[in-house]
């Protein structure tokens, strides 16, 4: 199926880290539902909507870290699992947050790129957050995991797809990391140390052209439909 891409005004997330008034937040979240359901329908809708109710309880509670952490990865580990070349007729494709709830699933890359997102416009600072490419071990493939550090002494906590419970990566024997990145830097790892650091994240193109798409609030139509 051909892509079709459909423009929507505003984006509450941006919205969110530019310090947009609460009053703006809300009427982006109603066109945000508006465009989900016109590339979507209505059960994508629904999901939608309760992603931004999601966002705005964290918001107006003030939940710490760690609630936050767990109340985004139990969130959108209910989306499915679907390959890009299913769901998108391509091999590679990182959909932005609304895209994967728009689709009601995806691939590795869109769970950990919509957590992370997610964990961004909740207040959790970039510098705690890394998203990590790995080997899953037990499953001989490449996966994409969130990474949380407390502090920047600690252990990470990795929010993963493919097993609910948040633990710390001491206890995640099963992935070998590759490379992080964050909004600014990479690193390659280094066993199961922090990394090294490498430049800018900028140098993923796959990175940039999500980050582009968000900037441009662009939704994709997939392939297949899960709804």
């Not at 891409?5 to 009427?27: F, I, K, M, Q």
């Not at 037990?138 to 600690?154: D, G, K």
């Not at 390659?188 to 090294?196: V, Y």
């Not at 052209?209 to 441009?216: F, I, S, W």
Request: aromatic letters at 10%; proline letters at 5%; glycine letters at 8%.
């Amino acid at each position: 199926m051909r892509p079709i891409y459909h423009r929507l005004c505003g984006l509450a997330l941006l919205g969110a880290l530019l310090g947009v008034p609460a009053w703006s937040l809300d009427e982006q979240d109603s066109n945000m539902r508006a465009a989900v359901q016109s590339v979507y329908g209505p059960v994508a809708a629904g999901r939608l909507a309760q992603w931004r109710s999601l966002i705005r309880e964290g918001q107006n509670a003030g939940w710490n870290e760690q609630e936050t952490i767990s109340r985004v990865n139990a969130f959108f580990n209910r989306l499915a699992f679907v390959d890009d070349i299913k769901l998108w007729a391509q091999n590679d494709y990182w959909a932005t947050p609304m895209e994967f709830i728009g689709a009601g699933g995806g691939d590795c890359e869109d769970f950990s790129l919509a957590k992370y997102f997610s964990l961004r416009e909740l207040g959790v600072p970039d510098e705690k957050l890394r998203l990590v490419y790995v080997k899953a071990l037990e499953l001989n493939q490449f996966h994409m995991v969130v990474a949380y550090y407390p502090t920047p002494a600690s252990v990470p906590l990795i929010l993963d797809n493919l097993k609910p419970n948040i633990l710390p990566a001491t206890r995640r024997g099963d992935l070998a990391p590759v490379y992080s990145f964050n909004g600014e830097h990479l690193w390659l790892m280094k066993e199961r140390g922090r990394g090294e650091l490498a430049g800018d994240s900028s140098r993923l193109s796959l990175w940039n052209e999500v980050r582009h798409r968000l900037d441009r609030t662009q939704l994709r139509r997939p392939a297949m439909n899960l709804n």
